[in-house]
């Protein structure tokens, strides 16, 4: 590079100013498509199953897994089981408080 003009240097990082923003870009791009699709896989999980929207609602931090199942009448290995989906899909994050674990939505 020592052997190039000032002017030729000043082209060089121009464009390379320029690549740093269109990958700028691109990348925020990528993160506006990605978050539609994660909510979009969301709406997915909520829809699939009405015993699971109601799992949902009832995920504020105030229930654990033994009384949701309670509340629904249904067993805590069915609760769970529609929990983990629902972590999975990001929209509830585990609580532990002793040995109790509470749930609360993401979104």
């Known amino acids: 590079m020592s052997n190039m003009s000032n002017d030729e240097?000043?082209?060089?990082?121009?464009?390379?100013?320029?690549?740093?923003?269109?990958l700028k870009e691109i990348t925020d791009i990528l993160k506006v498509g990605n978050k539609?699709?994660?909510e979009a896989e969301q709406r997915k999980v909520l829809a699939g199953s009405p015993l699971r929207k109601k799992i949902y609602n009832l995920c504020d931090g105030t229930n654990p897994v033994r009384e949701i199942a309670r509340?629904?009448?249904?067993?805590?290995?069915?609760?769970s089981n529609n929990i983990a989906v629902?972590?999975?899909?990001?929209?509830?994050?585990?609580?532990?408080?002793?040995k109790e674990k509470y749930y609360v939505k993401t979104r």
């Open 36 to 38: 539609e699709v994660i």
């Open 71 to 79: 509340l629904l009448d249904k067993s805590i290995q069915q609760v």
């Open 9 to 22: 240097k000043t082209e060089i990082l121009l464009v390379l100013h320029n690549i740093e923003d269109r």
């Open 86 to 98: 629902l972590q999975n899909a990001g929209l509830v994050k585990e609580i532990r408080r002793g």
